[in-house]
C-alpha cells in the first residue's frame, strides 16, 4: 500500500524542505475539500467531524466553523504536550503551530465553501422615509425586484415601508450609490445570500 503513502512522494518531501508555506496550502486544500465533500454526502470520518455534525444539528453552526473550534483547542492542547515534555521538532514549535493555525482556518472556509458554495447575492433591507423612490431607483436602475414590508419604527413610533431585495454581488456598490444618492439617512442592512431561486439568479446544483 505504500503507492498512498503521499508524504513519501518526491515532491512533497521537496516542498517539505523548500517551501513548506506551499505545502499547508495544499493541505488545507485537499483537507477542506475531502471533508466538506463528506459533510455534503452525510459521511463521517470519526474524528472532529461528529462533534461539529452534532453542532450542527443542535446548534445551527456550519461545521466549517465546528471544527475550526474544535481543532484550535487540539493544536493548543498538542503544543502545550510537545512543549512540557521537550519532544524535538524539526522547527521550531511556535512556527509549526502557528502553520496548523493557517491550515486550519483556510480548510475550514473550504469546508463551509464545498457544502453551501460561494455567496454570489447579498439581501438589502432599506428602511427609509422615501421607500417609493428607493424601490423605483432598484427597479430602474438595476432591473431587480424590491418589496416593501410593512413595519412601525419604535424610536419614533412611524409606520413606515421597509424596502428588500436581492442584488448580485456586482451590484452591490451601484445599490449602495442609489440608496445614498435618494436619502443618505438610510439605514441599510446587507446579508450574504447563499442561495436564490427566481428568475435573474443562477440556481444552485
Known sequence: MSFIRIQDAAVIKDLAQNDFFFLVLVAAVLLGAGLGLIFKFKGTTGGSDIPAAIFLKKFGISPGKSIMLI??????????IFHLKGIPLDKPLVTLMLYAFLLLFA??????????????????????????AVAN?????????????????????????IIMTVVTL???????????????????????????????FRPRL
Open 137 to 161: 431607483a432598484i427597479s430602474n436602475e438595476l432591473a431587480r425586484g424590491a418589496t416593501a414590508i410593512k413595519a412601525r419604527g419604535i424610536y419614533r413610533n412611524v409606520d413606515r415601508e
Open 107 to 132: 480548510g475550514s472556509f473550504i469546508i463551509d465553501v464545498i457544502i453551501n458554495g460561494f455567496d454570489y447575492a447579498q439581501q438589502a433591507f432599506v428602511i427609509t422615509d422615501k421607500s417609493d
Open 71 to 80: 481543532d484550535f483547542f487540539v493544536i493548543i492542547i498538542a503544543g502545550l
Open 170 to 200: 456586482k451590484q452591490v456598490p451601484r445599490l449602495k450609490e442609489i440608496i445614498k444618492e435618494t436619502d443618505p439617512d438610510a439605514f441599510v442592512i446587507t446579508t450574504n445570500v447563499h442561495e436564490v431561486t427566481g428568475y435573474g
